[in-house]
């Protein structure tokens, strides 16, 4: 079982605005025409866990569904995922461990975790195997952070930097235990 995030970040940490705008990944626009292992990166994965917040921000997105694997969405609240999701996108709930519990279940292994609040419970938990980091060298001043508290220090190790066009670096960590 593997655990792994995939995100981008300001170089202040944050993983969206104050208001979850998202505009700022577009800094560099020219990025998004380059390979920068995100598909390598899905292919390597299962499926994807994400939390409510996140799961309604994409959900949002205009055109065809992003994903191509199944999406579990982690959530006590939500009580049904849109109509045009219902055979990409299912519902898991309880603690960490039981939603993990119901994923693996189903036969999925390897997980993709995304969403600031998912990720930060999955650290706290120490259920976080590596993390791919592409820091976008943009200030926001506030927004919604990657890290949080957490109860114990997590040492990790970087086993690889890229720097794409000179203007954004992807660092790729794993945790050491």
Partial sequence: MKNSVFIATSLDGFIAGKNDELDWLSTFPEIDHIDTGFNAFTASIDALL????TFEVVAGFEGEWFYKKPVFVWSNSLTEVPEKLKDKAFLVKGSIKEALSEVHG???QKLYIDGGKTIQSFL???LIDEMIITTIPV???SGIPLFADLPKRLVFECINSTRFLDKVVQNHFVRVK
């Fill in 50 to 53: 994400m939390g409510r917040n």
């Fill in 106 to 108: 189903k036969g999925y």
């Fill in 124 to 126: 706290k938990e120490d």
């Fill in 139 to 141: 200030l926001l001043g």
